[in-house]
């Protein structure tokens, strides 16, 4: 399915809490004339990291089965699920991919989409498909934010998962957070009206930036008082896990589109 090579957007390494990159302060969701040097502010950095010798391969053999080139236009995604019309979920950020392959055979109706940039976490999900033979995943490898402006439908998608977004803790840094009023605009328009944007954090002061922001966008409503339940199909991660016993918090908040 995938003809060309890992994209621009690809990173070797998951971002951390600190950068060098001074890319121009402008919003999420402008036109990208330049793919090395994008407008908006990246969530993510690159940087070299570990790839075990089992996830190199199974980007050799599998990206192209499993994933689709990212490219500014918009993607027909019954053909990307093989002819399959379903629900489409979109998940930002997968990860390792875990939590993407749980809720995947949990919920055979549905397609997934999920994009994430780090080689290693691209190379762990295709290792989960491969292996448990799931059938209803595609991997963007590519920055989110162009994929959702230049290759999501107005009003198509069921919904968005973000789970545990980089938190970006140092304040000067804040302004690499995903969920920005901006792309949170840009997102609820893909969703379709009913669909749901669900995030989740174990970071209070992303939490409360979550629901800041996800409550000041109109097309959103709040399906709880403020944030929700972990809601039965969310796995708890092994980190989650961790975190809760050290006595974390998780905040999930799950948002509908209203019209
Ligand atoms: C802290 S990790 C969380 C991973 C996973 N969701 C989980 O719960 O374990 C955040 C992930 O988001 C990815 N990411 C950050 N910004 C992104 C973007 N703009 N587009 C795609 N992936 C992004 C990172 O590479 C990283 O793997």
Request: aromatic letters at 18%.
């Given at each position: 399915m995938n003809t060309q090579p890992p994209s621009a957007g690809a990173a070797d390494q998951p971002p951390a809490d600190d950068t060098t990159s001074s890319q121009a302060p402008e919003a999420h969701g402008e036109a990208t004339a330049d793919p090395a040097h994008p407008s908006h502010i990246r969530s993510f950095v690159h940087r070299r990291g570990h790839i075990t010798q089992g996830q190199r391969d199974a980007l050799e053999r599998l990206l192209e089965q499993w994933s689709i080139a990212y490219t500014p236009r918009l993607l027909d995604v019954t053909a990307a699920f093989a002819g399959r019309a379903a629900p489409t979920i979109l998940e930002i950020g997968?990860?390792?991919?875990e939590t993407t392959e749980k809720i995947a055979l949990s919920r055979p109706g549905d397609n997934f989409l999920g994009v994430e940039v780090f080689n290693a976490g691209v190379g762990s999900l295709l290792k989960r498909i491969e292996a448990s033979a799931v059938p209803n995943i595609r991997i963007i490898q590519h920055d989110a934010v162009e994929v959702v402006r230049d290759m999501i439908a107005p009003d198509s998608l069921a919904g968005v998962h973000i789970y545990?977004?980089?938190?970006?803790?140092?304040k000067r840094h804040h302004?690499?957070?995903?969920?920005?009023p901006p792309f949170i605009k840009l997102l609820a328009s893909r969703l379709a009206p009913g669909g749901y944007l669900h995030c989740a954090t174990d970071w209070e002061n992303y939490a409360q930036q979550m629901l800041e922001v996800l409550s000041a966008e109109p097309l959103l409503a709040n399906t709880a008082k403020d944030y929700a339940p972990r809601p039965d199909y969310r796995p708890q991660t092994k980190f989650e896990t961790r975190g809760l016993r050290l006595g974390h918090g998780v905040w999930d908040l799950i948002f509908k589109r209203v019209a």
């Open positions: 997968f990860g390792m991919g545990f977004p980089d938190p970006w803790p140092k302004k690499r957070r995903l969920v920005q």
